[in-house]
């Protein structure tokens, strides 16, 4: 082995400890550190392809509007192009959110009900008089992140002082909301 082969050996050997530890460290990464990453592991690939003898040969011809792309390599460089064309692209996980649309004449206990079924789970409310599961509701589509911001919400729905304040948690499978004050 030549001492450039070395450097090339003991780079790659840097990065895949790296990769290890970037794999290992973090539950989620972001697009941004993904494309490092990206980077990182076609590097990692076109290093070690150095090492190999004999030849690889990558040919990548792609049509665009103005013109032809054309990317090609032997070795290290094939297996770079390789690596970084083959790795697969993320899609961002989308947001937290949920949305109803409130009807008219909906009792405060009727739209928790069907809020918790859309998360197939039941409700359970501590503290509350009839007075207050009875409160009318004002017909809105109420939009909000998550199941419990929307049961939360729905105080802010019903006429002024007619639901005193209250506590939302969770335990699988029951919502529980119960009075504060």
Same mark, same amino acid.
């Given at each position: 082995?030549?001492?450039?082969?070395?450097?090339?050996?003991?780079?790659?050997?840097?990065?895949?400890?790296?990769?290890?530890?970037?794999?290992?460290?973090?539950?989620?990464?972001?697009?941004?550190?993904?494309?490092?990453?990206?980077?990182?592991?076609?590097?990692?690939?076109? &290093?070690? +392809?150095? $090492?190999?003898?004999?030849? =690889?040969?990558?040919?990548?011809? *792609?049509?665009?509007?103005?013109? #032809?792309?054309?990317?090609?390599?032997?070795?290290?460089?094939?297996?770079?192009?390789?690596?970084?064309?083959?790795?697969?692209?993320?899609?961002?996980?989308?947001?937290?959110?949920?949305?109803?649309?409130?009807?008219?004449?909906?009792?405060?206990?009727?739209?928790?009900?069907?809020?918790?079924?859309?998360?197939?789970?039941?409700?359970? &409310?501590? +503290?509350? $008089?009839?007075?207050?599961? =009875?409160?009318?509701?004002?017909? *809105?589509?109420?939009?909000?992140? #998550?199941?419990?911001?929307?049961?939360?919400?729905?105080?802010?729905?019903?006429?002024?002082?007619?639901?005193?304040?209250?506590?939302?948690?969770?335990?699988?499978?029951?919502?529980?909301?119960?009075?504060?004050?």
């Amino acid at each position: 082995m030549t001492a450039l082969q070395y450097v090339g050996l003991g780079f790659a050997a840097i990065l895949v400890i790296f990769l290890i530890i970037a794999y290992f460290a973090r539950e989620n990464i972001n697009s941004n550190q993904f494309v490092i990453l990206r980077f990182l592991c076609s590097l990692c690939g076109g &290093f070690a +392809g150095g $090492l190999i003898t004999g030849s =690889a040969l990558f040919d990548l011809h *792609q049509k665009w509007s103005g013109g #032809t792309l054309a990317v090609s390599g032997t070795a290290g460089f094939a297996l770079f192009f390789v690596v970084w064309y083959g790795f697969t692209r993320v899609t961002p996980r989308p947001r937290d959110s949920f949305n109803m649309s409130i009807p008219d004449g909906w009792s405060f206990k009727d739209a928790a009900t069907a809020i918790v079924q859309h998360d197939k789970s039941v409700v359970s &409310f501590e +503290g509350f $008089l009839e007075a207050e599961l =009875a409160a009318r509701l004002s017909s *809105q589509v109420l939009k909000t992140d #998550t199941v419990t911001s929307a049961l939360i919400a729905l105080r802010a729905l019903t006429p002024s002082g007619s639901v005193r304040p209250y506590r939302v948690d969770f335990s699988t499978p029951t919502y529980t909301l119960t009075i504060t004050a």
